[in-house]
């Protein structure tokens, strides 16, 4: 079988790349298409004969550029003026400034009040205006260049991610793969993204999810029919299952300069979306913590994670790379915070971080604002606490946060001020964590065919069968109008 | 020849109904096509009994799936229309065309769109959006201009209009007003186009252009009153220059052609008159362009009162023939001599030819009677009224009649440069032959004794494979 993957960056290939190695082993052909410019394989996959990387197309190349990417943007802003997103400002004003921006030709930087303009709008106009974009979506024709790639590649079947970043261009190949009887499927990139995106404007023939909780997203936010949605749990995970700590308690805290009789609490970094002014959040933090009157929380070490994508500026002037044993992978630590028992630590590693799992590992309580490595912590069996921070618009106003929380079904405690955080956070340190319920989450979250069932077969074998899918059967599913009446 | 001309209601052919009696007379078969549920102005009955002339109704709407989306989408091209560079300033325009994108996207009157200015927090309903005034750069209109075409010509042809069109099987087909907005005439151009069928569309009035909604598919040809007309054609729907004909203005054919049918001392008794003083007619505006104008009329004629050289003129006032019910419980008579024409004629109304024949000065903000007292000769005035801006200085259209840009009509910043301008009319200071030139170039423009009709329906012919002039020499002939 000859199978195109799609992605929006190379490096969007490591969420999956257990399952193309699969592929090929089982021998089929697979492309790597990468819209960036970046076309070198991960080591994992770069050996493998069968797989070759090659550039597609950033863009359509014909008239309908700027038209289609300024339809699809409006669509993915009027997404966000629904009532389930009326606490949301952030992502409608993510949407709003690219839809406008789309316009102009230019980036834009917008007052937020701007994108609640029509926040007010009824529902019903709201679906109305959703019908005339999904209508004219219907318009939108395929990108020749487009589709000559695709029917060039001759695939049994596209794969294509994340393909609802706001105003993708990735609907373009799945048009052409449907114009040309090519079944295609999305495999979706993350846990947020199919809530805090754009907009699915091509519907693929499969979806390939994580849990009944895309499952619903599915459906609810994008009309996406249930009965081609499969549940396949998140692969980017199955390395991250099988590591074990790299270093002893002892050797952790010598590399990283902690007290080893003391206590350890993490606070992993948010995405700068997510909480633009996260070091002064976490300023504060410490010195909350600090307060405490339970002598383990007060005087415990605390070792704060930037976020991969955000490690600028976080390190004091004393930061040392280490490199970290067994593994020799680089680390980074250094103590900005004036507090001895606090230092900043990071490595540069993306997936599996082996610097990541021995933090958590080795740490007794996890916070977090709302990030995917809150995940990880779970899947170590590690509790983890988040509290409100007001100055995060990217906290409550995003549906995949509620997720994670423990009154939702999922591990993480959620503290409504510093008090009742501190309280959870001694509780943490004092006895042990409540491991069945963290879990319980992590198999629905993210292994939900068992917790010792590895994702990436699942996942290959789901692309399998797509490719079986015949011509007669990939279907049209345009027009569809995704407000509720 | 068999034309169809395809209109929203009757009530269009006003404009046009000498030009379908030209055609009809020179042995051509006319189709009058309406839905007809909307018609609302009786045929004339020339026009009617007319042996070659039928009227049909037509489907209203779509009947596929693109029925509310190319309507939706029609009404916001419309209002992205009004924020570019040269409707900035039009903020009541632009207002109008967020007013009708509301109505459109809630589909009935008694639902409104709302929220808060994010500047001042003040409540905006359906068409304050306009007042944002989110003007756009070159770039934005360029793209959006380049949407709109795009998204256009991928709206197929509606099968149900091509199936009317088939069975009525005519050689051209004209369109107007064409630019409501969101007009669903667009689909006519659409599907006569589909069909290999000529499209004309006949401009309605001076300000269509202006004021409404764009031209969302091209026809082969647009007939326009004047060189005005064409720049605007050119300027802001691209239409080719080169499909862009001349004709002058049909509608005015009518009235030029009337006379006095009363004397002045009749016309004078009528309204108890002075018939040994001069007569200034005020000409009401729209309610569009002037709202509730009673209060203001009332003022004015209380400024003129007290200048002692206007002081014993006769004041006539014509309200608007479309919105004569403000007027029906008003009183002037304390200022003694003023007197109220009510008429709800709309073409070539004889009691508006006898009024301005008698009349020594005319007085209007911003209206097309303006162009029928230029007809006569007669001196027109108008001011710059404080609260009316948007309904003058914000449209287009009324600039083109001013005499610094070429028109007829003396423009006063100021009720005291007003009344100058007055005074200087009633002694007899006035360029007629100025203001016949002036006219001839908006109305007449092939020359002041060159009827529009034959020319607009000799233009009508040469759209046909078949050509003939036979009309113009009928009409020459008559």
Known sequence: MRLLFVLNRMAHVRHFDRAVKILADRGHEIALASQDDELDLPALLAKQPRITSIAAARNRGDDWTDAATMLRRTRDYIRYLHPRYASARLLRHRAFEKMVGSVSDRAETLGTDWSELLL????????????????????????????????????????????VGVGFTQADFVKSARALGI????????????????????????????????????????????????ITGASRFDEFFEMKPTTTRQEFCQLSGLDPNRPIVTYLCSSKFVAASEQTFVSRWISELRRSSDPALSGCSLIVRPHPAGGKGWHGSDARDLRWPRINEKATVSRPFGDEKSIVMN??????????????????????????????????????????????????????????????GGHVELAGDFEEHRQQLAAALAGRPDRATIDAFVERFVRPRGLSVAVAPIVADAIEELGSVGRDDVRTTQGTVLTES | MRFLFQLPRTNVLRHFDSVVLALANDGHDITIATPGRSNDWPLPEAVQSHPRVICRTCPEVREDEWRDAATDFRTLVDCGHYLESPFFEAEKLRSRAFRTLAQTLTGERGRHLSTRCPSCNAKLVDGDFGSLRPALGEEATRRLKSLATLVENAIPSDPGRERFLQDERPDVVLVSPLVRFGSEQADWVKSARALGIPVGFPVFSWDNLTTKGVVHVLPDCVFVWNAVQKREATEYYGIPPEKVVITGAPRFDSFLALTPSIDRE??????????????????????????????????????????SRLASCNILIRPHPRSVRQWADVDFNRFGRVGIAMSRVLNADQSLYDALHHSAAVVGLNTSAQIEAGILGKPVFTLLAPGFEDGQQGTLHF???????GGFVEMAHDLDQHRNHLAGALRGDVDVEGIRQAVERFIRPHGWHQPATPILAEAICNLAPARSSAVRRWFTAR
């Open chain 2, 266 to 307: 009749e016309h004078c008794r009528k309204f108890s008159f002075d018939p040994s003083a001069s007569i200034v007619m005020y000409l009401c505006s729209s309610e569009f362009v002037a709202g509730h104008e009673v209060a203001f009329v009332e003022k004015w004629i209380d400024t003129i009162r007290q200048d």
């Open chain 1, 347 to 408: 490595s540069p590693m993306q997936n599996a971080d082996a610097v990541l799992f021995d933090t958590v590992y080795h740490s007794a309580g996890v916070v977090g604002l709302n990030t995917s490595a809150e995940i990880e912590a779970a899947i170590v069996g590690r509790p983890v606490f988040t509290i409100v921070d007001s100055n995060a618009g990217g906290q409550e106003g995003t549906l995949h946060f509620h997720y994670l929380l423990r009154s939702q």
């Open chain 1, 120 to 163: 007010r709008m009824p529902k019903p106009e709201q679906k109305r205006i959703d019908a005339l974009l999904a209508k004219l979506e219907t318009a939108i024709p395929c990108d020749p260049d487009i589709e000559a790639f695709v029917a060039a590649q001759r695939p049994d079947a596209i794969v294509l991610s994340p393909l």
């Open chain 2, 399 to 405: 600039h083109y009649l001013l005499k610094e840009q």
């Open chain 1, 183 to 230: 079944p295609s499927g999305l495999l979706v990139f993350s846990w947020d993204n199919l809530s805090n995106k754009g907009l699915i404007h091509e519907m693929p023939d499969r979806m390939f999810v994580w849990n009944d909780i895309q499952v619903r997203e599915a459906v609810k936010l994008h009309k996406y029919p249930a009965d081609r949605v499969v």
